[in-house]
C-alpha cells in the first residue's frame, strides 16, 4: 500500500527528505487539470528539479509582456544568509505541520495570489486550484480571477483564501461571497492600487470594516514596517502579510519583505500569524522566512511558471519541490519540526 506523504515523512524523516515527496498520483497531462500537453521545446515536467528551472520553461510558452509580470525576483536578502546547524539531532520524525485559523496544512507554504490567470495557462484559477490542492497546499485566490470564487473553491480539497484590494469598492459583499463559497480567510491588500499597482492611501477603514463585516479571518497583505502592523492589528487584523507587492511598489532603498519580517514578527510577538512573501524560490528560502519569525511563507511567481508550462501537475510540482527541499534542509539543520525552527538557525554575511 502505498503510504501519504505525510506518513512518509515520519517514517523515513531524513531520508525521504532527500528524494521527491511526490507519493500520491500526479495529475497527468491532458486529462482535467493537468493543462494542455506541453510545446515539443518543454522538458518533462518530472525531469526538473528546482524551482527556478520552472521559470526558463514558462519562458518558452507565455507572450515577452506576460511573463515578464511573472518573472524575477530580488534575492540579495536571501543571498547573505546561511545556516548555523545542529549536529548530532534525531532527525528521523520530520514534521512539517503548521496549524493556521485552525486547520493544520501539511507545510507552511501556500500559493499566493495572482490575478488573471487564464492569460497564463486556459484554465487559470482552476488548474492552480488542482495543482495546489494535489501538494497539500493553501491557495489564495484573487478578486481578479478567470473564473468565478465558487468554481475556484469546488476544485480544492484543500483550503482557498480570497484576496481583494482595499481600494476596490464595495469589499464586504465581495467578501461575503466568497465566504459563502467556502474560502476560509479573506486576504485585503493595503497600500496599492488594484489596477496598476500604484501607491496609495492605505485604507485602515476598510479592513476594519471587513473584520466586522466576515466572520474568518481577515488578513492584511502589504505590511512593510512596525507601525503598519499595529495599525492592522488595532483596525481588527487576524493575520499579517509581511509583503512589498513583488516589488511592483517602490517601497525605498531596495527593502525588502524579508528584511523587515524579523523586526514585525518581533513586535506582533504571536499575537497573529505572520506571513511574507517575496522573492522565495528555494526551500532554503522557505526555511529562512520560518527562522526569522514567519508563520507560512506565500510562494506566487513560481507556481504560476509551473502553471505556465504544466498546468495543474506543474503548480503541484513546484510546491512538492519547495516542500521536499524545506524538509532536507530542516534536518540538515538539526530541526526536524517546525516549533524547532529558531532566529539561531540564521547567520548573516556582513558583506
Same mark, same amino acid.
Given at each position: /500500500?502505498?503510504?501519504?506523504?505525510?506518513?512518509?515523512?515520519?517514517?523515513?524523516?531524513?531520508?525521504?527528505?532527500?528524494?521527491? !515527496? *511526490?507519493?500520491?498520483?500526479?495529475?497527468?497531462?491532458?486529462?482535467?487539470?493537468?493543462?494542455?500537453?506541453?510545446?515539443?521545446?518543454?522538458?518533462?515536467? !518530472?525531469?526538473?528539479?528546482?524551482?527556478?528551472?520552472?521559470?526558463?520553461?514558462?519562458?518558452?510558452?507565455?507572450?515577452?509582456?506576460?511573463?515578464?509580470?511573472?518573472?524575477?525576483?530580488?534575492?540579495?536578502?536571501?543571498?547573505?544568509?546561511?545556516?548555523?546547524?545542529?549536529?548530532?539531532? =534525531?532527525? /528521523?520524525?520530520?514534521?512539517?505541520?503548521?496549524?493556521?485559523?485552525?486547520?493544520?496544512?501539511?507545510?507552511?507554504?501556500?500559493?499566493?495570489? %495572482?490575478?488573471?490567470?487564464?492569460?497564463?495557462?486556459?484554465?487559470?484559477?482552476?488548474?492552480?486550484?488542482?495543482?495546489?490542492?494535489?501538494?497539500?497546499?493553501?491557495?489564495?485566490?484573487?478578486?481578479?480571477?478567470?473564473?468565478?470564487?465558487?468554481?475556484? %473553491?469546488?476544485?480544492?480539497?484543500?483550503?482557498?483564501?480570497?484576496?481583494? =484590494?482595499?481600494?476596490?469598492?464595495?469589499?464586504?459583499? #465581495?467578501?461575503?461571497?466568497?465566504?459563502?463559497?467556502?474560502?476560509?480567510? %479573506?486576504?485585503?491588500?493595503?497600500? $496599492?492600487?488594484?489596477?496598476?499597482?500604484?501607491?496609495?492611501?492605505?485604507?485602515?477603514?476598510?479592513?476594519?470594516?471587513?473584520?466586522? *463585516?466576515?466572520?474568518?479571518?481577515?488578513?492584511?497583505?502589504?505590511?512593510?514596517?512596525?507601525?503598519?502592523?499595529?495599525?492592522?492589528?488595532?483596525?481588527?487584523?487576524?493575520? !499579517? %502579510?509581511?509583503?512589498?507587492?513583488?516589488?511592483?511598489?517602490?517601497?525605498?532603498?531596495?527593502?525588502?519583505?524579508?528584511?523587515?519580517?524579523? *523586526?514585525?514578527?518581533?513586535?506582533?510577538?504571536?499575537?497573529?500569524?505572520?506571513?511574507?512573501?517575496?522573492?522565495?524560490?528555494?526551500?532554503?528560502?522557505?526555511?529562512?522566512?520560518?527562522?526569522?519569525?514567519?508563520?507560512?511563507?506565500? $510562494?506566487?511567481?513560481?507556481?504560476?511558471?509551473?502553471?505556465?508550462?504544466?498546468?495543474?501537475?506543474?503548480?503541484?510540482?513546484?510546491?512538492?519541490?519547495?516542500?521536499? #527541499?524545506?524538509?532536507?534542509?530542516?534536518? *540538515?539543520?538539526?530541526?526536524?519540526?517546525?516549533?524547532?525552527?529558531?532566529? #539561531?538557525?540564521?547567520?548573516?554575511?556582513?558583506?
Amino acid at each position: /500500500m502505498k503510504l501519504d506523504r505525510r506518513e512518509s515523512l515520519r517514517k523515513f524523516g531524513a531520508f525521504v527528505a532527500g528524494s521527491p !515527496l *511526490a507519493q500520491g498520483e500526479p495529475l497527468a497531462q491532458g486529462e482535467p487539470g493537468g493543462g494542455a500537453p506541453p510545446s515539443d521545446r518543454l522538458a518533462p515536467v !518530472l525531469e526538473l528539479v528546482n524551482v527556478p528551472e520552472f521559470e526558463d520553461q514558462a519562458r518558452l510558452v507565455l507572450a515577452p509582456a506576460r511573463f515578464e509580470a511573472i518573472s524575477g525576483g530580488h534575492r540579495t536578502s536571501f543571498d547573505r544568509m546561511t545556516f548555523r546547524q545542529r549536529l548530532m539531532v =534525531y532527525a /528521523m520524525d520530520l514534521d512539517l505541520t503548521t496549524s493556521l485559523y485552525g486547520y493544520d496544512i501539511f507545510a507552511p507554504i501556500i500559493v499566493g495570489p %495572482v490575478g488573471n490567470q487564464g492569460d497564463i495557462h486556459p484554465e487559470g484559477e482552476l488548474a492552480t486550484a488542482r495543482g495546489a490542492s494535489a501538494g497539500k497546499a493553501v491557495m489564495v485566490a484573487t478578486r481578479q480571477s478567470s473564473h468565478p470564487i465558487e468554481e475556484t %473553491v469546488a476544485a480544492s480539497d484543500e483550503p482557498v483564501w480570497y484576496q481583494l =484590494y482595499a481600494d476596490s469598492g464595495d469589499l464586504s459583499t #465581495e467578501a461575503a461571497r466568497a465566504v459563502d463559497a467556502g474560502c476560509r480567510a %479573506v486576504c485585503v491588500t493595503v497600500g $496599492v492600487s488594484p489596477s496598476d499597482h500604484r501607491p496609495t492611501g492605505t485604507d485602515w477603514g476598510a479592513v476594519a470594516g471587513l473584520a466586522e *463585516a466576515v466572520e474568518v479571518p481577515v488578513v492584511v497583505k502589504g505590511i512593510m514596517s512596525v507601525d503598519a502592523a499595529e495599525t492592522a492589528l488595532a483596525a481588527g487584523a487576524q493575520g !499579517l %502579510v509581511v509583503s512589498n507587492h513583488g516589488g511592483l511598489v517602490d517601497r525605498g532603498a531596495g527593502t525588502l519583505a524579508i528584511d523587515v519580517l524579523p *523586526a514585525v514578527a518581533d513586535a506582533v510577538a504571536g499575537r497573529v500569524p505572520v506571513l511574507v512573501d517575496g522573492s522565495f524560490r528555494r526551500g532554503t528560502d522557505i526555511l529562512k522566512g520560518l527562522a526569522l519569525g514567519a508563520t507560512a511563507v506565500m $510562494v506566487a511567481r513560481p507556481p504560476m511558471w509551473g502553471l505556465a508550462a504544466y498546468g495543474a501537475e506543474g503548480v503541484q510540482t513546484v510546491v512538492e519541490i519547495l516542500q521536499t #527541499e524545506l524538509a532536507r534542509n530542516m534536518a *540538515a539543520s538539526g530541526r526536524p519540526t517546525i516549533a524547532m525552527i529558531d532566529r #539561531e538557525l540564521v547567520r548573516f554575511d556582513s558583506r
